[in-house]
């Protein structure tokens, strides 16, 4: 399910909200001029932008993703930082090459989190830290609409059997578990803060802004290209009936930074 084909949508509808949240996970953390910061599952670059803002010029800051569609959308947007192309299982960095590390709404999508977060420790200097955001349980009225939707298409065991393959969607959402998973890969002095964003949309933004999501892909790619036409065509009139033209979306954040001891 790459992002590859879904890269300019996601730009266009996410990178202004996702940067707010950004801005507050690096102030969060500390990060100094003169760092060097990885941003790993970077996207369109927008974390990686905040960090190049904290550390300057005399900083370094690394963009990685898998996904060249992402990254060349982030060169498009002309972000100061270094983009390259790879994978957080195995990434192509020394030991200890950075000051401090950070991951924006990626750690659900891991495909092996333990793995990636032992390879996230490897890389960072001791003493450094990592940030890491992560969406809040989430179960609104535009979620349930959407859900609703997309389980009369399905089917309901398709539906429940898709999203139990993404199990961390909604559980790193739960500081306790989040907390766990970081200590497991031996990152230490956690503080979790949360925090409540408010997103403004046009329902027209918000359900094209919808089909970059994870699970959005995954129906897509089950109902094939036709039916998704009708799914979408069904969205569209039952957000019509039930939302107005423009409305506020809160959503809750969990904002985590970590250090690594040694």
């Known amino acids: 399910m790459s992002y590859d084909a879904v890269a300019e949508l996601y730009e266009r509808h996410h990178a202004r909200r996702t940067a707010l949240v950004a801005r507050d996970l690096v102030a969060t953390m500390a990060i100094e001029p003169g760092m060097r910061v990885l941003d790993v599952g970077t996207g369109t670059g927008v974390t990686a932008a905040a960090a190049h803002e904290a550390v300057g010029d005399g900083g370094l800051v690394v963009g990685i993703d898998p996904s060249l569609g992402m990254l060349g959308r982030g060169l498009a947007a002309g972000r100061s930082v270094r983009f390259a192309a790879g994978e957080a299982l195995d990434l192509p960095f020394r030991n200890g090459t950075f000051d401090a590390?950070?991951?924006t709404f990626v750690l659900p999508q891991f495909a092996k989190q333990d793995t990636a977060l032992f390879d996230l420790h490897r890389v960072l200097r001791p003493g450094g830290t990592l940030g890491v955001?992560?969406?809040?349980?989430?179960?609104?009225?535009?979620?349930?609409?959407?859900?609703?939707?997309?389980?009369?298409?399905?089917?309901?065991?398709?539906?429940?059997?898709?999203?139990a393959r993404m199990p961390w969607e909604d559980r790193l959402g739960n500081p306790a578990v989040l907390s766990e998973v970081l200590h497991r890969a031996e990152f230490r002095k956690i503080r979790i803060e949360p925090r409540e964003y408010r997103f403004e949309w046009t329902r027209d933004d918000y359900i094209e802004g919808r089909t970059t999501h994870r699970v959005s892909r995954m129906t897509r790619n089950l109902l094939g290209e036709e039916l998704w036409g009708r799914f979408l065509d069904d969205v569209r009139r039952t957000y019509a009936e039930r939302f107005p033209e423009r409305f506020g979306d809160t959503k809750d954040v969990l904002l985590?930074?970590?250090v690594r001891e040694s």
């Open 133 to 163: 955001a992560v969406w809040g349980p989430s179960n609104d009225e535009f979620d349930r609409t959407w859900n609703d939707i997309a389980e009369r298409y399905l089917g309901t065991d398709i539906l429940r059997d898709a999203l």
């Open 256 to 258: 985590a930074v970590s």
């Open 101 to 103: 590390e950070t991951a």
